[in-house]
């Protein structure tokens, strides 16, 4: 079982430009939900998809947006990207309803220069 | 809305000693969480709590969780320098619709010789 997978691993991108970020989750699991982790601070819930659709969704501009794909992977996608948008990007995988403990990946480090 | 209040947030101690990471939460939490991160690396899980009185065990670690006083806690017995990484408690409510985990901002670990 390969886990919850993310990519790319590190990217640097320029203010104002956008980035898109992937995830496949853990085999059997439905449920795809984006952290951000800020140095030195607790991951902060970005949105959650299931069944293709944003279920819930945090204090984020919607600058955050993402998308779920019919094989459960999905994406998260940063428009206008701000230096303050620099951070470690997790996703977690679980299964269908609330409750189901959530594993994470290894994340995304974004550097916004 | 959940929040989670962690302490210390840095903690310093010699192999060997005990100590406790104490976890408050504001609201009810029907399950508590706690993870483990080392420096660049994702979160792995290491205990869920489900239940008033719950404690679960693993190697040095402890954790136990009282919904009354809305508190958890991690302790550690005769630490070492393994140990050393930052942990994170966090909690979710599924009630209302609510799917996200709320942590922490997390307790840098350091075990000295």
């Known amino acids: 079982d390969a886990g919850v997978t993310q990519s790319p691993t590190h990217l640097i991108k320029t203010r104002g430009q956008q980035v898109t970020l992937r995830c496949s989750p853990k085999?059997?699991?439905?449920?795809v939900s984006w952290y951000q982790q800020a140095l030195g601070q607790g991951p902060q819930f970005i949105f959650q998809?299931?069944?293709?659709?944003?279920?819930q969704r945090g204090n984020f501009p919607d600058r955050f947006s993402g998308h779920q794909f019919p094989n459960y992977s999905s994406e998260l996608n940063v428009n206008a990207l701000l230096l303050g948008d620099s951070a470690l990007y997790l996703c977690?995988?679980?299964?269908?309803?609330?409750?189901?403990?959530?594993?994470f990946g290894q994340g995304t480090r974004l550097t916004v220069v | 809305e959940l929040k989670v209040e962690q302490n210390p947030l840095f903690l310093s101690m010699q192999e060997g000693k005990n100590y406790t990471i104490y976890c408050n939460y504001s609201?009810?939490?029907?399950?508590l969480y706690w993870y483990r991160q080392d420096p660049g690396k994702s979160l792995e899980s290491l205990f869920v709590?489900?239940?008033?009185?719950a404690v679960k065990q693993e190697g040095r670690l402890m954790a136990s969780l009282d919904t009354k006083a809305r508190l958890s806690t991690l302790h550690i017995t005769a630490a070492v320098h393994d140990l050393s990484a930052t942990y994170f408690c966090?909690?979710?409510?599924?009630?209302?619709?609510?799917?996200?985990?709320?942590f922490g901002k997390g307790t840098k670990l350091s075990v000295i010789p």
């Open positions: 085999s059997g699991h439905d449920t």
């Open positions: 609201t009810t939490s029907d399950r």
């Open positions: 998809y299931y069944e293709e659709e944003e279920r």
């Open positions: 966090a909690g979710s409510y599924s009630g209302a619709g609510s799917y996200q985990l709320t």
């Open positions: 709590l489900l239940s008033n009185g």
């Open positions: 977690a995988s679980s299964r269908g309803g609330a409750g189901f403990e959530a594993f």
